[in-house]
């Protein structure tokens, strides 16, 4: 008897066996050669000796390996479905940045950036303009004139386990530590939160140069969702943007803005986080500041302000929720704080950074929602109590 197989079977195959084809790994090395071929270099011992000569050479569907060693230039990625990872987790330094522009379903993980060259054509680490299905992992991005991690007009996100700080000194643009700028729809809607930053620690990121329309500095944030909304010209396109963000298990402490500050932005959870002392370059704002907002969330969070300065802040906008969170010193102006709210110093373990004793107040205090993650932010299971303790750590820290 003879067999037919359908023909949506041969195409999905097809599709599968050149996908397979294209699954090729490519090796970098400081001691390689750029004039190897492309079978070559997906031997470890011949790799090609620069970043960019493989992401030129790498098919969709490829992984190119960065050994370790130090790496200098502008790097972009030229098509989608690409992997960019260090061999070793902060083994591969590159002094410049990586952009991506108009591409998807890329994966940057384990590098070291620093981009503090004043003649670098870009300021910021890691930059990523109208992508989509984008994950940055396991980075240590630093002193980088501009922003740290930034995307802009992009859409199904995922920055974690990053370390980002001493970053937006010297570009008057005002950038932060990491950035959402304008999310946009680039493709289509998917269950669970779209844009997620999680368990990032960001620190010392500051503008050192002041917004031009306001005389002052205004970013340097630890993390910004900034104009969902879609509202500034003349990127924004007047579409307020339809997914929704989650900020959670992030530690972001002694920045020149906000810890976290959500403007222009609607559908955004906000929860987990420890904030401290941030706030050291203006007073408006707070250590979780919410300036025309709606539909946002701000809850089990840490927020610790130094004097004369705000705890949290909401200014003009419509719903934004407050509940479950420790404030300690600083004000709260425009809040409706509620009844869960605990008033009271967080009572950090000095060996822990940042993590609570076993007298804090934050401990089993949180509200244990649905969906949430399951690591804090260095990387302990949730929950060991009760309940989910407030902030991004869980009691106990060893």
């Not at 002694?254 to 904030?275: D, K």
């Amino acid at each position: 008897m003879t067999h037919r197989i359908p023909l949506a079977a041969l195409l999905l195959f097809s599709l599968w066996f050149c996908e397979t084809l294209n699954a090729q790994t490519y090796y970098v090395a400081p001691n390689g050669n750029n004039n190897r071929t492309n079978a070559q270099a997906q031997n470890r011992n011949t790799p090609f000796r620069t970043i960019q000569t493989a992401l030129n050479r790498a098919r969709e569907g490829s992984t190119i390996v960065v050994l370790d060693g130090t790496y200098w230039g502008q790097f972009n990625f030229v098509r989608s479905n690409v992997t960019l990872e260090a061999e070793r987790k902060e083994g591969a330094f590159i002094v410049g940045s990586i952009f991506a522009s108009d591409l998807s379903f890329l994966r940057v993980d384990g590098f070291e950036i620093a981009n503090r060259r004043p003649d670098a054509p870009r300021s910021k680490g890691l930059s990523f303009v109208r992508c989509h299905d984008v994950v940055v992992r396991d980075c240590r991005v630093h002193d980088c004139r501009g922003g740290g991690i930034a995307f802009d007009q992009s859409d199904q996100l995922l920055c974690e386990w990053n370390i980002v700080y001493r970053n937006a000194f010297w570009d008057p643009g005002q950038h932060s530590g990491i950035s959402i700028y304008q999310p946009q729809r680039r493709t289509n809607d998917a269950p669970g939160y779209d844009i997620i930053v999680r368990n990032n620690t960001s620190f010392a990121n500051e503008n050192k140069l002041d917004n031009v329309l306001f005389g002052r500095p205004t970013d340097g944030n630890g993390i910004v969702i900034d104009d969902s909304q879609n509202l500034t010209a003349p990127t924004g396109n007047g579409e307020n943007y339809s997914g929704s963000i989650l900020v959670e298990n992030n530690l972001c402490y002694n920045n020149g803005g906000q810890g976290v500050h959500c403007y222009q932005s609607e559908n955004v959870t906000i929860r987990n986080n420890t904030l401290y002392r941030n706030m050291r370059s203006f007073e408006f704002g707070g250590e979780v500041a919410v300036v025309r907002g709606d539909s946002v969330l701000v809850y089990n969070n840490i927020l610790c302000a130094s004097d004369n300065r705000n705890a949290a802040l909401k200014f003009e906008g419509g719903f934004v929720w407050f509940n479950f969170n420790l404030i300690h010193n600083g004000f709260t102006p425009g809040v409706n704080n509620g009844r869960d709210t605990i008033f009271a110093a967080p009572d950090f373990d000095p060996a822990g950074f940042f993590a609570p004793k076993r007298s804090s107040p934050a401990i089993d205090s949180g509200l244990t929602q649905f969906g949430r993650f399951g690591l804090d932010v260095d990387g302990k299971f949730r929950i060991s109590g009760d309940a989910i303790d407030i902030g991004a750590k869980e009691y106990p820290f060893r």
